[in-house]
């Protein structure tokens, strides 16, 4: 399970009037009709900048990315330093996996306008999808230091200190994303995970109890609670956990192969079990479990 749910922010800065028609159909995300009827206007209408730009963001909405991208293009020398054209063309280029231009994009709207946390929060964004987890951890800290009670930056911010091996002080996020959203079992997963990852495992195990009682079907509650007791040696209740993630979820690999090592931990001697687990995982694309099929299952 990836550790975050990754969310972009988006917003609009434009302050001028548009036509009270076309403004209500993006308004109630009637983006074909929006796009009809700006271009309707814009037959004699061709320079309204603000009609454009309304334009262009019924068209990200709808999908339409390079068409998107064409209105951008040709506002930006028609509107100096505007901001929001910057932001809305990263966003394209994340929806096209370019990246590297999101990541510019983003930069460009930052240096117009620094103090809108939304830009560096998307700037963050783009350093998690490239897996640059300093230089996102670093934009997320720019987006808290504006907004510091932003609940995505702070869960995007301890995942990418997660993945920087940060522990500590992704414990310290998910504690205070928590604290803003306390029912999120998904949440409370990923601060479980961490516990884990600190060898904090009675801590854990209270921590993804909490998520039980929110979510009791959710299978990864129990494949992280076998993790806990399996790293506490209680391999009977880590097996018990894991049966319960695989009775929920029969596909999720990664359990059966966990149970298979568990089963190991239990006997030695039998190991039938095991490589029944083995077997699965490697079938569903664990590549690990071949190694144990090799060195366990004859």
């Known amino acids: ?139 997320f800290t720019d987006c808290l230091q504006l907004n510091p009670n932003l609940s995505d930056a702070l869960i995007n911010r301890a995942f990418a200190y997660s993945m920087h091996k940060q522990f500590e002080l992704s414990l310290l996020d998910y504690n205070e994303a928590i604290k803003l959203e306390p029912n999120r079992a998904d949440l409370l997963i990923k601060r479980g995970m961490v516990l884990i990852s600190l060898k904090k495992n009675r801590q854990a195990v209270q921590t993804l109890m909490l998520a039980r009682s929110i979510e009791p079907t959710n299978a990864h509650v129990f494949y992280n609670l076998g993790r806990a007791y399996f790293q506490l040696n209680d391999f009977y209740k880590s097996v018990c956990y894991l049966d319960t993630a695989i009775s929920i979820q029969p596909n999720m690999e990664i359990a059966l192969f966990n149970r298979g090592i568990a089963w190991l931990e239990l006997s030695m001697s039998n190991t039938h079990k095991a490589c029944d687990d083995f077997s699965k995982a490697a079938k569903l694309g664990y590549g690990e479990a071949w190694e144990y099929l090799k060195k366990y299952c004859k």
């Open 1 to 139: 399970m990836r550790s975050v749910v990754l969310l972009v922010c988006f917003f609009s800065t434009t302050t001028n009037a548009q036509p009270a028609y076309i403004l209500q159909s993006f308004n109630q995300k009637d983006y074909a009709g929006c796009i009809i009827q700006s271009n309707n206007y814009l037959i004699n209408q061709p320079g309204d900048t603000t009609v454009l730009m309304l334009r262009a963001k019924c068209r990200y909405y709808k999908g339409e990315y390079y068409s998107c991208i064409n209105d951008l293009q040709n506002l930006k020398p028609m509107v100096k330093n505007h901001a929001e054209i910057y932001n809305y063309l990263g966003l394209c280029f994340i929806k096209q996996g370019d990246y590297k231009f999101a990541k510019n994009a983003f930069s460009d709207a930052i240096g117009i306008e620094p103090k809108q946390y939304q830009y560096h929060y998307n700037l963050g964004y783009v350093y998690v999808l490239s897996n640059k987890w300093t230089a996102a951890i670093d934009a």
